[in-house]
């Protein structure tokens, strides 16, 4: 006797089916969620390279437009016009200030420091302070775990302080180059140097 043909499935057909789809959704998902996180990672590293590009430019852009000019702190005690630290002195004041150029208007004192892990830029709004000037401080990065600069002398020599030998802040002189070394914690150190006027 023959059978009727049939046009449904049999339950073990139906089990093996569902098994295959499952292995194939489970190979799938996987492979979407290691696409995803690779592309978060992509995005974050991406990201802090814009950062450190961006703080690579403010850097060379203030560095480029410094100006020999001394300035006053606000006891009256005349400074160089640029100075630099890269030993212990740097964790309580500044790593490197300097007056720098500002096109619409006087010169403007700036500093960069490294605190708590962020690198902050420092403004005044005048050049002179009063004693109790503060300064405006705006952060530049986070996760900082080295921020070094070392100064180029007249004779090619690396230095790591400025000013390098003057007697008096007026008979300081600014340095040829400034090398800054920045590295982002968990991160290689990276190296810059940029050519003062």
Not at 13 to 32: K, N, P, Q, Y
Not at 175 to 182: C, F, G, S
Request: neutral net charge.
């Amino acid at each position: 006797m023959r059978r009727a043909d049939r046009t449904g499935f049999t339950l073990l057909e139906l089990l093996v089916a569902l098994a295959i789809f499952s292995v194939i959704a489970l190979v799938a998902w996987r492979g979407l969620d290691a696409v995803a996180t690779t592309k978060l990672r992509l995005d974050a590293e991406a990201q802090s390279w814009r950062d450190l590009s961006l703080v690579f430019d403010r850097l060379g852009d203030d560095v480029g437009q410094s100006v020999n000019r001394p300035w006053r702190d606000g006891s009256g005690q005349a400074q160089p016009a640029f100075i630099g630290r890269s030993d212990d002195l740097a964790r309580t004041k500044p790593a490197l200030e300097f007056i720098r150029f500002a096109r619409d208007r006087d010169p403007q004192r700036v500093a960069y420091r490294l605190q708590d892990g962020k690198l902050e830029l420092l403004l005044w709004d005048s050049l002179d302070p009063a004693p109790t000037e503060q300064p405006m401080v705006l952060p530049l990065l986070n996760d900082i775990a080295q921020f070094v600069p070392t100064f180029l002398d007249g004779s090619n020599a690396w230095q790591p302080r400025w000013p390098a030998g003057a007697s008096t802040p007026a008979a300081a002189t600014l340095p040829r180059a400034v090398k800054i070394t920045l590295a982002r914690n968990g991160s290689a150190p990276i190296e810059r140097v940029f050519a003062l006027p």
